[in-house]
C-alpha cells in the first residue's frame, strides 16, 4: 500500500473519526436506559484487523483507554463475520462489570477488515445491591454477573441461550434487552459506514488510512514528549478508604521521560485493598493514556498511535493491578481519577504551565434502586483554574465525560423526588484564578430502597497550583447524618439523601487577582 498524501490523510482520518461519532449516537437515540440515553454513559470506537484502535468518539476516557484488552480478548476467540461479542470481565479484557462490552467484526466481502466496539454502563447486571455498585464488596462475585468473551449473535442471529442467561441475572431485563439492542446497532452502522467508504475510495486506500491515521497520531505524541525535559519527577496521592477501612490508601507515580518516550512506574503504591476499590490494569492504563492526553495538542487524534510512546510499569498485586478475584467496581469510577491526578502532578514537574489544578478527582456515585429499578448517577463538580483562567462549575471532570440526569426524566422514570440541584457557591478553591464550584443534589425517595454511595475527596480537597487554594471537600448526609466517602444503607420512604461534591483547585495567588 502507498502512502496516502496529506490531504487525502485529512479526509480520511476525518471520515474514520465520524464514523465512531455516528456509532455513540446510535447508541445513544437507541438505548432504553437513561444512563445512557441522557448520561450518555458510553463509548465507541473503531479499530483495525490487528486490534489496534483507529478512531474514537469523544466520549469516557476510562471506557476508552481500556477496550484495546476486550478486543484482544474477542480475537482470541476466532470471531467471524456476523458475529457480535460481549464481555465485561474486568480479568478478559473489560473495566468493572457494569461495563458491558460489544466487539464486532467488521467484513468486507467476507473479509475482517477491522472491529466495531461499544461499552456501555449498565445500571444493573445483578450482584449484591441493586444498581451493581455496593460499597461493601469484598470479591467480584458480588459485584454481578461476570460475563467472559461469549458469542451474543452468531451469524447475524442472537444465541438465545446467552442472552436468556444474562437477562435472568438482572434486575432490569427489559432495559437491558434494549441497551444491548442499541449497542449491536451502533456496531452494525459501523460495517456499513466502512463498507461504504471501500466501495467510494477502495480498500487498499482504507486499509492505508488506518495505518497511516496511527502512525501519525504516534509521530505527533512523539514530537510533543520530545519538547519535554528529558528527567524524572514523582508525585504521590491517596483513596479516603476502601469501604472497609477509612486508612488513606496510597498511590505513587514516577514519571520518565527520555528523548521521545515516557514511561510511568507506579512502584510505591499500596497493595490491593480488602474493599472495591482496586484497579485492573486496564483500567490504569486508561488513567494514565488520558494523563498523557492533556499534554497533547488538541488536534492529535485518540488511537493506538497515540499511545505507542508510553511504557507502564504497574506491580502485579497492588491496587493498580490487581489480581483475581479481587473487588473492582470502584477502581473503575474512583481510583481511576486519583490515578490521573497523581500522573498530572507528576507531569507538572515537566509542564508546570501546562497542567491546571486539580478538579474534583471523583465520580460522586449515587446509585438507588428498589423493586424493579435502578438509579445510578455520576454527579459533577469543580475543575480546577489554570494559567489561563478559572476552572469551570458544576462539570464532570477527569475520568468521566457525562451529562446529568434531567430532572423531568429523573421524576418520570424513577419514584424519586429531585429536592434540590444547584452550584455549591464558594466551594471552589481561591486565587488569582479560581477553581469551578460543586455541585449539591438533593433527592428524596417516594418507596424504600437501597442507597450506594462510591465518593472521595471528602477528606483532602483537590490541590490548588502555584498558591491557590485547595477546593473544599464535598460531603454526603443521610437526612442530617453525615456518611463516610463509600457507604451502603437502607432509606425509608421519605427519606433524603444529598450529596455535595467538591469544589475545584484554586490557581496562584488571590492577591494577584486582577
Known amino acids: 500500500m502507498g502512502r496516502l498524501d496529506p490531504v487525502t490523510l485529512s479526509v480520511l482520518a476525518s471520515a474514520l473519526a465520524g464514523i465512531a461519532e455516528e456509532m455513540g449516537a ?120 461476570i460475563i467472559p468473551p461469549v458469542r451474543l449473535v452468531r451469524s447475524d442471529e442472537y444465541v438465545d441461550d446467552v442472552l436468556d442467561l444474562l437477562l435472568a441475572n438482572v434486575r432490569t431485563p427489559d432495559l437491558r434487552r434494549g441497551d444491548l439492542r442499541a449497542q449491536i446497532a451502533a456496531n452494525n452502522i459501523a460495517e456499513e459506514r466502512v463498507g461504504e467508504l471501500i466501495q467510494r475510495r477502495g480498500k487498499d486506500t482504507i486499509l492505508a488510512a488506518f495505518e497511516e491515521v496511527i502512525s501519525y497520531a504516534e509521530k505527533r505524541t512523539r514530537e510533543a514528549i520530545r519538547d519535554l525535559p528529558d528527567g524524572e519527577h514523582c508525585a504521590e496521592d491517596c483513596m479516603e478508604g476502601d469501604g472497609i477501612t477509612d486508612e488513606d490508601i496510597t498511590i505513587r507515580a514516577t514519571v520518565t521521560v ?81 490515578i490521573a491526578d497523581t500522573v498530572l502532578a507528576a507531569l507538572a514537574g515537566f509542564a508546570p504551565d501546562t497542567i491546571p489544578a486539580q478538579g474534583q478527582g471523583t465520580m460522586n456515585n449515587t446509585v438507588i434502586g428498589g423493586q424493579g429499578w435502578t438509579y445510578y448517577e455520576t454527579i459533577g463538580g469543580g475543575q480546577g483554574a489554570s494559567q489561563s483562567g478559572p476552572g469551570p462549575s458544576g462539570v464532570h471532570v477527569g475520568m468521566s465525560n457525562t451529562l446529568n440526569t434531567p430532572i423531568e426524566a429523573f421524576e418520570m422514570e424513577y419514584p424519586m423526588r429531585v429536592e434540590r440541584y444547584e452550584l455549591l457557591y464558594g466551594s471552589g478553591g481561591d486565587g488569582e484564578h479560581q477553581g469551578g464550584d460543586g455541585i449539591v443534589r438533593a433527592v428524596r425517595v417516594l418507596e424504600p430502597a437501597s442507597l450506594s454511595l462510591l465518593t472521595d475527596r471528602r477528606r483532602h480537597g483537590p490541590r490548588g497550583v502555584d498558591g491557590g487554594e485547595p477546593g473544599r471537600v464535598g460531603r454526603n448526609l443521610l437526612g442530617s447524618e453525615e456518611l463516610g466517602p463509600k457507604v451502603s444503607r437502607e432509606m425509608e420512604e421519605g427519606d433524603v439523601v444529598t450529596v455535595e461534591t467538591p469544589g475545584g483547585g484554586g490557581y496562584g495567588h488571590a492577591d494577584e487577582r486582577p
Open 258 to 338: 527520555e528523548g521521545d518516550s515516557m514511561k510511568i512506574d507506579f512502584s510505591g503504591t499500596s497493595d490491593a485493598a480488602g474493599g472495591n476499590i482496586n484497579c485492573p490494569l486496564p483500567v490504569t492504563r486508561s488513567a494514565s493514556y488520558f494523563a498523557l492526553r492533556v499534554l497533547l495538542p488538541k488536534d492529535v487524534l485518540a488511537n493506538a498511535g497515540t499511545y505507542a510512546p508510553l511504557s507502564i510499569e504497574a506491580p502485579r498485586g497492588s491496587l493498580v493491578n490487581a489480581a483475581y478475584p479481587s473487588a473492582v467496581v470502584a477502581g473503575n469510577v474512583e481510583t481511576s481519577n486519583r
Open 26 to 145: 446510535v447508541l445513544i437515540r437507541g438505548s432504553y436506559s437513561s444512563n445512557i440515553k441522557e448520561r450518555r454513559d458510553c463509548s465507541t470506537a473503531l479499530f483495525d484487523s490487528n486490534g489496534r484502535m483507529v478512531a474514537q468518539a469523544e466520549h469516557i476516557p476510562v471506557h476508552l483507554g481500556a477496550m484495546p484488552e476486550a478486543v484482544a480478548a474477542i480475537m482470541d476467540r476466532d470471531p467471524e463475520p456476523g458475529d457480535v461479542f460481549a464481555i465485561n470481565d474486568p480479568y478478559s479484557g473489560g473495566t468493572h462489570l457494569p461495563d458491558i462490552t460489544l466487539v464486532s467484526p467488521v467484513a468486507y466481502e467476507g473479509e475482517i477488515v477491522g472491529y466495531a466496539v461499544t461499552r456501555a454502563h449498565h445500571s444493573d447486571v445483578g450482584g449484591m445491591r441493586p444498581g451493581s455498585m455496593p460499597s461493601d464488596s469484598r470479591e467480584i462475585y458480588q459485584e454481578g454477573l
